[in-house]
Structure formats: structure tokens, C-alpha cells
């Protein structure tokens, strides 16, 4: 799992554009209960409960269990979703995502497949 840390860190400062974004990963056998505020990416792959900030972008892959509620700029879900989203940009369900919750975004993309359970708030876009 060192080898998995060490390749998101050098991906990151690979694709780094203004000043460097730091990108945080929780793999497929991680998992997080608590609150987490980030300032930069995060991609998950695995199980997380509890409440998280992001300040950039949120990416919920197929594998991952989310029963949080979730804040970022965009925020991308691909896998399962429990909880209320809000995307200071947009939110984008990908075909295998589903997600029940109440959802507050400036712009939505829903993908042929996804499920979205749950009432929708559209607002301006913020930073």
C-alpha cells in the first residue's frame, strides 16, 4: 500500500498546475469514519462514514461506499453515495453512481444509468 501512497503522490505534483494541488487517496481497503477537511483533491475508493470538506474536487470511484455528507467543487460519483452533496460547481453522476440525499449544486450532469434518490437545490456557483 506505500507503493499506492508514493504513485498518487508523484501523480499529483505530475499534474500540478498553479502552485500544486495536493490530491489525497483513500484506496479500496481504506477506510475513514470521522470528518475530513481537505484543501485539494480526493479521490475514494473505499468505505468512508462520517462528513467531508473538500476545497477542490471530489471523485467517488465504483468501488467506493460513501455515508457522508459531502462538500466540494466538483464533485464526481461513480459508486454509492448515502448522504447530502453539495457541489460549489457541479456534481456529475456517473452511469454507475447512485446516490440518496439531499443535493445542493450549481450545475448537474446525471449520466444514462445513474440513480439520484432525493431533492435537488439549484444555486449560483461559488468560487
Known amino acids: 500500500h506505500m507503493a499506492q501512497a508514493?504513485?498518487?503522490a508523484a501523480h499529483s505534483a505530475g499534474t500540478a498546475q498553479n502552485g500544486g494541488t495536493n490530491v489525497v487517496t483513500l484506496g479500496p481497503r481504506d477506510?475513514?469514519?470521522?470528518?475530513l477537511d481537505?484543501?485539494?483533491?480526493?479521490k475514494i475508493h473505499g468505505n468512508v462514514e462520517g462528513e467531508l470538506k473538500v476545497s477542490g474536487d471530489v471523485t467517488v470511484e465504483p468501488t467506493a461506499t460513501?455515508?457522508?455528507s459531502v462538500e466540494g467543487a466538483n464533485v464526481n460519483v461513480r459508486g454509492?453515495?448515502?448522504g447530502n452533496?453539495?457541489?460549489?460547481?457541479?456534481?456529475?453522476?456517473?452511469?454507475?453512481?447512485?446516490l440518496n440525499?439531499?443535493?445542493?449544486?450549481?450545475?448537474?450532469?446525471?449520466?444514462?444509468?445513474?440513480?439520484?434518490?432525493?431533492?435537488?437545490?439549484?444555486?449560483?456557483e461559488k468560487g
Open 6 to 8: 508514493e504513485k498518487s
Open 31 to 35: 477506510s475513514l469514519n470521522g470528518r
Open 38 to 42: 481537505i484543501h485539494g483533491d480526493l
Open 66 to 68: 460513501v455515508q457522508a
Open 80 to 82: 454509492q453515495v448515502n
Open 85 to 98: 452533496v453539495t457541489a460549489r460547481k457541479r456534481l456529475t453522476l456517473g452511469g454507475s453512481g447512485r
Open 101 to 124: 440525499g439531499e443535493v445542493k449544486v450549481a450545475r448537474l450532469t446525471v449520466e444514462d444509468g445513474a440513480t439520484l434518490n432525493g431533492n435537488v437545490t439549484m444555486t449560483p
